[in-house]
């Protein structure tokens, strides 16, 4: 385990606790473009020359060149398909394939790489278990609890493997502030219950969920859950044994790894006993012309040539991260959209989602001006080459529930600063003027 003294990337001489962020952002290449030019053909071009203030991290995040050496010396060196062969590059692609899976266990606090299926994306894993476990188990009569704050990937999947099966989904509704309402959680979850399906951080209201409390819930009524990580992995310590969820999933793209890369932690008993999602290669131990058997986890998940380049990365992603230290990431973070939301309370026309600033919430502030739309608001945004999010952020029933179709959303990482956050607020004050 990395030391103070061996962090390059952490500042020793003043506060011990804090992220030398221009140290940080010398890891990132992508954060010395400058852009407003013909968008058509990617990649800087003569006509980009402001420098980018990336605020879209609650999208994707961006790829510190460790990652992206990761990814090259892979497909320079050992690319090779993993499984299959005993020559030499497909031994070392295997070796490193499989301790990426150790690597992303460890990091989350998974038993094993038993535990830890790569995926697509976080919305792949949530696929898996509907489809493996949904799809077979739930019927008539069973319930599916969901919140009121779910992202798509999560809801609309519960929702459809709800029609298939004749179950039913109900939401824990969310109090003023973007908070779960608990009361009405333990209303909900009861004997029909059969998974509970809970995002841990909101990618809206920035809200943090009481996980490990609905966790109790769930497993006093005998239901599984499922926690949707895609917004918590990335900027906060995770523990999915202390959590005590059954399935919890994340994406490598927004923790400073590749795309097309996601992780499905699933205890080790239940996906010993679930139905493997996707059939093919390697997921198999032995086929017959009338029948197969499966493969050991967590490769019974994982069919046909995986996302091995992808796998790697996401591993050196998971080292880079933690050498930096996940609480100094979440506090850093914190702190600048506290930063930010101070500001913008200064603004009279302004309404700011989710819990207040100072509580516990994540690095996200979304917010809605009452003289200019979401989505023109992301426009000009952009004039000033800064990157933020306006729509729904995949989730149109949160929206309505906050009785508004859009909202604009800035996300802040490890590489962001407090100057970013001024040209932010200094654009959408611009904004405020152009449309006042
Ligand atoms: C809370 C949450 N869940 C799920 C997802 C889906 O992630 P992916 O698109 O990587 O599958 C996202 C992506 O924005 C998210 O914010």
Not at 32 to 42: A, F, K, L, T
Not at 92 to 120: C, N, P, Q, W
Request: hydrophobic share 40%; glycine share 8%; charged share 25%.
């Amino acid at each position: 385990m990395l030391t103070l003294e061996t962090l390059p990337t952490v500042m020793s001489t003043q506060r011990a606790e804090s992220l030398d962020v221009e140290r940080v952002r010398e890891d990132f290449p992508i954060l010395d473009r400058q852009v407003g030019g013909d968008v058509s053909n990617p990649g800087a071009g003569p006509d980009d020359t402001t420098p980018l203030v990336y605020l879209d991290n609650g999208a994707t995040s961006q790829t510190p060149e460790r990652v992206i050496d990761a990814i090259s010396k892979y497909y320079r060196e050992y690319n090779a398909n993993v499984h299959r062969g005993v020559h030499h590059l497909s031994q070392e692609a295997s070796i490193a394939y499989e301790a990426a899976h150790d690597r992303l266990a460890e990091f989350v606090g998974a038993g094993g790489r038993e535990e830890m299926v790569f995926t697509k994306n976080t919305t792949e894993a949530m696929n898996l278990i509907a489809y493996s476990w949904g799809l077979e188990e739930l019927g008539p009569g069973d319930d599916v609890v969901l919140t009121e704050m779910e992202h798509h990937a999560s809801l609309v999947t519960w929702q459809q493997i709800a029609k298939r099966t004749g179950a039913e989904v109900k939401y824990i509704a969310i109090d003023d502030d973007g908070r779960l309402d608990m009361d009405h959680a333990r209303e909900l979850i009861g004997e029909d219950t059969e998974m509970v399906s809970v995002v841990h951080v909101s990618n809206v209201l920035g809200t943090v969920n009481p996980i490990a409390d609905l966790a109790d819930l769930a497993h006093e009524h005998d239901s599984y859950i499922f926690a949707d990580g895609a917004q918590a992995v990335p900027n906060r310590p995770v523990d999915v044994e202390e959590l005590d969820v059954d399935f919890y999933a994340f994406s490598g793209h927004k923790m400073c790894g590749p795309t097309g890369i996601g992780c499905l932690y699933g205890r080790k008993s239940i996906l010993e006993e679930i139905q493997p999602f996707l059939y093919g290669g390697d997921m198999i131990r032995k086929v017959t012309f009338e029948e197969s058997t499966w493969n050991e986890l967590p490769w019974k998940f994982e069919a046909g040539t995986p996302l091995i380049a992808q796998g790697v990365a996401l591993a050196e992603a998971a080292d880079y991260l933690e050498e930096i230290g996940m609480e100094r990431i979440q506090r850093h973070e914190t702190e600048l959209a506290d930063y930010a939301m101070e500001q913008l309370e200064g603004f009279d026309d302004i309404e700011i989602y989710g819990p207040p600033r100072g509580e516990d919430r994540s690095g996200l502030v979304s917010f809605n001006l009452d003289s200019v739309h979401a989505h023109d608001l992301a426009s000009i945004m952009n004039d000033y080459a800064v990157a933020i999010r306006a729509g729904d952020h995949c989730t149109q029933p949160l929206h309505e529930t906050l009785g508004t179709a859009a909202s604009a959303r800035a996300s802040f990482y490890l590489y962001n600063t407090r100057e970013e956050v001024d040209t932010l607020v200094e654009a959408i004050d611009s904004a405020r003027q152009l449309f006042a």
